[in-house]
């Protein structure tokens, strides 16, 4: 493979990403995935990323742009989803140089970087959280749905809070950055996959975005998985990827 590592997409120290290219010949454009982090919005860090995502796209042919952004350190909330819709559109704009088909580059991550999978493919120019990004496909990885929900209640969590903390408008910040919000028809093809004994991000948060979808007959599917945690192992991945590449096979972004 040919990597190109901590390539600036905007101005500040964190907003870099690295982007690596399969080796060999390709008679044509190669499909394109972002990949970005999680870590509650306030740890993680693309290196992280090698085994659950960037090598497996790899193997499978896509050129791979995997994303740093400001963590709540850094930028509190909405501070990351801005990074990674600017990231987004940099590799989109990018995709020539990297043989890329822009039309057939999908966006993935895990927990806090499903989040903001999901924040890419669904946030449209009224939320004026940045330039929509057009991506194909999106793969969540029990990404947080309901930001709000995470703020308070049984399912509060110490890094929702950091992320957005208590400050006038907290309420309508949340909303802003929720996947939730941006439920509707046209969107990007969206696979879930959640495990039902997730203990960080609430199972019900996977199930209820994709009813959502279903709903206004937005394209999109969810795989359960039964007595999973937030986080599976690698047998459980090898299983999971064979599902993920057909359903990128589907929805074209994987041409036979």
């Not at 044509?28 to 990323?49: A, D, L, N, Y």
């Amino acid at each position: 493979m040919k990597v190109d590592a901590n390539i600036a997409y905007d101005t500040h120290k964190e907003t870099v990403l690295d982007v690596f290219q399969p080796a060999g010949f390709s008679a044509g454009k190669r499909p394109g995935v972002i990949v970005i982090h999680g870590g509650g919005w306030v740890g993680g860090t693309k290196e992280g990323q090698w085994d659950n995502f960037v090598r497996r796209y790899l193997e499978k042919g896509f050129v791979v742009a995997n994303v740093e952004y400001r963590l709540a350190k850094a930028a509190v909330a909405p501070a990351a989803v801005e990074d990674s819709l600017k990231a987004a559109n940099w590799f989109i704009g990018n995709a020539a140089k990297y043989n890329v088909d822009k039309k057939r580059i999908a966006v993935t991550g895990g927990s806090a970087g499903g989040h903001l999978s999901l924040m890419v493919g669904m946030t449209p120019k009224s939320a004026k959280l940045g330039k929509p990004a057009k991506v194909a496909a999106v793969v969540n990885f029990y990404g947080i749905t309901d930001v709000g929900d995470q703020l308070a209640g049984t399912n509060m969590r110490p890094y929702a809070v950091t992320w957005v903390p208590d400050a006038p408008g907290r309420i309508e910040l949340a909303h802003r950055v929720s996947p939730m919000t941006y439920v509707r028809r046209g969107l990007p093809p969206i696979l879930t996959l959640h495990g039902d004994a997730d203990q960080t991000v609430p199972y019900e948060h996977g199930v209820k975005l994709t009813k959502a979808l279903n709903d206004v007959g937005s394209r999109t599917e969810m795989i359960s998985v039964p007595q999973g945690r937030h986080g599976f192992p690698k047998e459980k991945m090898d299983e999971l990827y064979k599902d993920i590449f057909a359903f990128l096979t589907r929805t074209g972004v994987i041409r036979q």
